[in-house]
Nanobody, 113 residues
Framework: QKQLVQSGGGLVQPGGSLRLSCATS????????MNWYRQTPGKQRELVAD???????NYGDSVKGRFTISRDNAKNTVYLQMNNLKPDDTAVYYC???????WGQGTHVTVSS
């Protein structure tokens, strides 16, 4: 059974930080590119960041310099460290494995005073 189980998120003030986790099982985690997307009502789904099996990373323009994607192959887990959060970062965040068609359940992030 292939699964992505997310944790983290919640409510944070502007300028604060959160770390999202995505724990995986049922496949060879270390061989796949892992992605973080986010979705806000009224906006298109946005690719936030991705990380290759070799550790190469890419970021959406809106989060460059503030977010960091990382992976721990020993724990089969991918992370998204979010710093200097802004109200526009408010969204539901999803981890994803494109090649397997897998999505996490989603994690709400709300940035508000």
């Amino acid at each position: 059974q292939k699964q992505l189980v997310q944790s983290g998120g919640g409510l944070v003030q502007p300028g604060g930080s959160l770390r999202l986790s995505c724990a995986t099982s049922g496949f060879t985690f270390s061989k796949y590119i892992m992605n973080w997307y986010r979705q806000t009502p009224g906006k298109q789904r946005e690719l936030v960041a991705d990380i290759s099996s070799g550790g190469s990373t890419n970021y959406g323009d809106s989060v460059k310099g503030r977010f960091t994607i990382s992976r721990d192959n020993a724990k089969n887990t991918v992370y998204l460290q979010m710093n200097n959060l802004k109200p526009d970062d408010t969204a539901v965040y999803y981890c994803n494995v494109f090649q397997l068609g897998l999505w996490g359940q989603g994690t709400h992030v709300t940035v508000s005073s």
